[in-house]
């Protein structure tokens, strides 16, 4: 089984890799799509393309059960506000094994979508996280 932490949030999800449902948005078991197929809201205004970087994430911790940065995903996180250590797109960044994954939504974006401004993909139709 994989787990994945999404802070500031504090909402875990368990899932099987092997039967995740893969939702097109983002690589397959990317951060993004296990968002969104557990109904988190990950901002991604270019729909999961490595085109933009509304989806960056700070892994905090459980980065040797992901991918390797690509470097298409390097040369766009280059453009990512508040770029830190462990920055990565969450379209991009998947897992590779089963592991417990911690990572941050950086405090820019998600303010944008608490304070009201809605998805840029959903408009103000933010599912509800469960827990």
Known sequence: MAKLTILPANVSYEFDLA???????????????????????????????????????????GAEHLSEMSDDEADRLDMAADLQIGSRLGCQVFFVEDGEVTVEIPSWNRNYVSEGGGSMNLGDAIPAAKK
């Open 19 to 61: 039967s995740l449902p893969y939702h097109e948005h983002g690589l397959p078991k990317s951060i993004l799509d296990v968002g969104l197929t557990e109904g988190f809201h990950v901002e991604h205004a270019c729909g999961g393309n490595c085109a933009c970087t509304t989806c960056h994430v700070i892994v905090k911790s």
